[in-house]
């Protein structure tokens, strides 16, 4: 697949992080100690897509221990996201609001235990591992945003898209564009840098235009690419939130010209970002110990995400119909809700041409 596609303009460097083979080991533990994946079939989609390689692309100045616990969020998150975009639930809003009522009382500190005879959920069980070791040596505005920015993605994703899903509903570029930060988590992982690089930014920093520009941009680089990639994935399951797939819908353009038109809107923002970046750099010499590394996050997840999204099985694989049958590779005790499996995916042929 990845021949096929249009270049997308990248002009950062490529790295990675020396602590990936440690952080590889550390999430096969991790997943097994959760719960999170046990099942042989998923096990294995699991480890083929790399999610330790992933992490030390988007964070190659991490120290090991940082590595680890951001290469847990991505896969608590890809997990997540998998049994929403993939599965019966993601069609199914209604079904899974106790779960993520479970998530919002971890967030907020007044999750209960399971009742007597119940197990919690797999990703709440997780989360809340994750909670403790990320939020309390942090600062209260760091917590609260990133806080916020979770629950965001949560019910944007369980609400909006899966409302979308059910009611046959095709939103707008200008709508998707806006909602697909939050579907992406995208902000989650933006605000980790502050903790992988040890920096405290101010309320005052994250209120400023410019700034406000250079992230926006930054995540919709990230987003937009994931879309270019994961597009022929998503038109197999019969996905329609996809940059690609709407861009088709409503300007009527054939798969090329869409998948260039798309790329051609990444060159864009990233330029838009180099903009932002050079105005914050130059308005605010006195934060450059904290500016650049921030904006250095931002540079290393356009970079991985690409590097990582040209390499994995998950959005380039020899043989889309893979995923035709999520039932192979979901694991209903993530969310703890009977997901009869998934929702039927649409032929290919069929998807390629909705």
Request: net charge negative; proline share 6%; glycine share 6%.
């Amino acid at each position: 697949m990845e021949s096929e596609l249009p270049d997308i303009y990248c002009p950062f460097p490529q790295r990675s992080n020396p602590h990936v083979g440690h952080t590889r080991e550390h999430l096969t533990t991790w997943t097994r100690q959760t719960g999170l994946v046990h099942r042989e079939s998923a096990r294995d989609r699991f480890e083929q897509a790399d999610f330790g390689a992933f992490v030390g692309m988007v964070y190659p100045t991490a120290n090991a221990e940082h590595l680890d616990l951001v290469a847990d969020w991505f896969v608590w998150l890809f997990l997540v996201d998998d049994q929403l975009d993939d599965g019966h639930l993601g069609r199914s809003p209604e079904r899974i609001q106790d779960v993520v009522a479970r998530m919002r009382a971890v967030v907020e500190g007044t999750v209960p235990g399971p009742w007597p005879g119940e197990e919690l959920p797999t990703a709440v069980v997780a989360l809340a591992d994750l909670w403790e070791r990320t939020v309390p040596r942090a600062a209260p505005h760091w917590r609260t945003r990133f806080a916020w920015h979770l629950m965001t993605y949560l019910t944007t994703a369980t609400t909006w898209e899966a409302g979308n899903r059910a009611d046959d509903v095709v939103p707008s570029e200008a709508t998707y564009i806006a909602k697909r930060r939050h579907t992406g988590a995208i902000h989650v992982c933006m605000d980790l840098i502050e903790i992988v690089a040890g920096i405290e930014a101010p309320e005052s920093l994250h209120n400023d235009p410019r700034f406000i520009t250079a992230l926006e941009a930054s995540c919709n680089v990230v987003c937009w690419a994931n879309d270019v990639y994961s597009f022929e994935k998503e038109q197999v399951l019969g996905e329609i939130h996809n940059l690609v797939h709407l861009v088709r819908h409503h300007r009527g353009y054939g798969e090329r010209q869409a998948l260039e038109h798309v790329c051609a809107e990444i060159a864009a923002e990233t330029e838009r970002f180099l903009g932002a970046e050079a105005e914050l750099l130059g308005t605010y010499p006195q934060l450059s110990g904290m500016l650049a590394p921030y904006l250095d996050g931002m540079r290393s997840w356009m970079r991985g995400n690409l590097d990582w999204s040209r390499q994995t099985p998950r959005y380039n694989p020899a043989d889309v119909s893979q995923y035709a049958q999520p039932g192979e590779y979901l694991e209903e005790t993530v969310l703890g809700v009977a997901a009869e499996h998934a929702a039927p995916a649409k032929d290919p042929a069929e998807a390629r041409r909705s």
